[in-house]
């Protein structure tokens, strides 16, 4: 039979628990800290992305319109059909990664679209810098 020492042994006690516990969520900490860096850089490459489009519908709209969007009509014209595109230029205007609408500004031969980061203000550093597609172009 079994002895009352022998099952008392079997099983873990409360402070090897605790301890183990407390290694697992150390560890997780980690991994989210990790995990956060890699986050960030998936959003910024995502602007990255749909500034490229939002340029090239932009630019496919002055070919078309012999002009840019002005400030006024702003990136939801892209999404009007015209003859030669029944289903407009974008099939919706984007919002960013972070859920905020892009800003669009335009000059006579150029345009820029930003998008004001995390925070969805101007100003800010890391994950709420704000983004433009004139930086990301110089670069």
Known sequence: MYSKRSS???AFSLVELIVVMV???????????????????ARINA?????????????????EENR????????????QPTETWPEGFLSKVPVDPWGNPYLYFVSDQSFEVVSLGADGREGGQGEEADWSSEILNES
């Open 8 to 10: 008392r042994r079997a």
């Open 23 to 41: 290694i697992l969520g150390m560890l997780a900490g980690l991994v989210a800290i990790k995990t956060r860096g890699y986050l960030v850089n």
């Open 47 to 63: 602007v990255k992305t749909e500034f490229a489009t939002i340029a090239e519908a932009l630019e496919t709209f002055r070919i």
């Open 68 to 79: 840019y969007p002005t400030d006024d009509e702003g990136l939801e014209i892209l999404t």
